[in-house]
């Protein structure tokens, strides 16, 4: 026999069964981007490589061992399965000049692909749904962007996440916390790990990071960048906070809160949840002021986040909310020559008054197709043989209620089964 063929480790299948609870949540996202006036926007998902080593960073867990990056041989290229959105979007914009239109509200949703070690809530292709507001300098779109989350957590019927908050100063505050970090690690690098001694001078920030057990007390006492904020960064902090208090969210300070990503500044949030074990955060997000200039943009500030869709139906489900699949309202069974034509009559005839129809097809007996038609949760069965095709009606038989099967003329069908 031939060798079955079996996915990509980490890239997953949306089975038919799970598939409705997607598109309950991407309906609900596309209600909840309208209310915001946030408009999509689509890249490619493959990239140049250049633009995420040039924006992520290049000393980062996705830029050093998580990328899915290539060799076009047709051409030499060097691509890249994009690990998130922000860099993509920022280069459309850019390179369609979108900002001369004013500030851009927008958002993204799609496959993303980073070669982590798979497990729960953890892929190498997973989903994203990101927004990104551009040309805002803030603190009132961090605000806005944090008040959406809150409202979609509402809106999806998810409770109990903790937002976290945290601030990383402007570029000149983080390059002054920066070599105090470097020097206090240095005084400190017997402490270190492998992995923290090699960030020491290329990425020290992220040693702050780390969860090994061993580094957390030289990480507790480590030099803290809120102590050296610049005070235009001090100021969009205490707003930030100011206004969610205002707003009525509730919110966490955290002040060691890094992200994986270099283009951050200022306001950083995540937003976590206890219920999925290690991959706690669900979403997070923050301030990249000065990536739209590093890729090649004129300046301009910007702010976004984005949310992992695999780790949030997870949380959809966990939190009780049972998403029905859609039901069918009828099941045509269908036996005979004339009943088989006068079927496809009736069954597009309620497809255009707006009804759900299952046609049988493959054939079989009344009593086969009627338990494919219970099966099928289909509210009626629609039986038509040949003598009611010749009249002109159908029989209708209730499937979940305990009323008996009536005779009825094709055109009054619709309006029964829609009421
Ligand atoms: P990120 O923190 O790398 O940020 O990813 C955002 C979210 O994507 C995470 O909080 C998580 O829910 C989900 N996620 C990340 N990696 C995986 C994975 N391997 N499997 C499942 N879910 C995952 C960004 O990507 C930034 N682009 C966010 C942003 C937008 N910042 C500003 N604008």
Known sequence: MAKVAKAVRGMNDILPEEAHQWQFFERTVQDWLAMYGYRSIRTPIVEHTDLFVRSIGEVTDIVEKEMYSFVDHLNNDRLALRPEGTASCVRAVIEHNLLYEGPQRLSYSGAMFRHERPQKGRYRQFHQVGVEALGYSGPDIDVELIVMCARLWQMLGITGLRLEIGTLGSMESRALHRAKLIKYFEQNVKHLDEDASRRLHTNPLRILDSKNPKMQSVIEQAPRLIDDLDEASRIHFETLQFMLREQDVQFEINLRLVRGLDYYNRTVFEWVTDRLGAQSTVCAGGRYDGLIEQIGGKPAPACGFAMGVERLLALVHQCGKEIMPPIPDAYIVHQGKQAMSF???????????GCQVILHCGGGGFKSQMKKADVSGARYAIIIGDDE???????????RVATDQTRIDLHAIGDLIKT
Do not use: C, H, I, N
């Not at 079927?343 to 008054?353: D, G, I, N, S, V």
């Not at 095709?389 to 499937?399: C, Q, S």
């Open 389 to 399: 095709a010749l009249a002109g009606e159908v029989t209708l038989k209730p499937l």
């Open 343 to 353: 079927a496809w009559k009736t069954a597009e005839l309620l497809r255009e008054a």
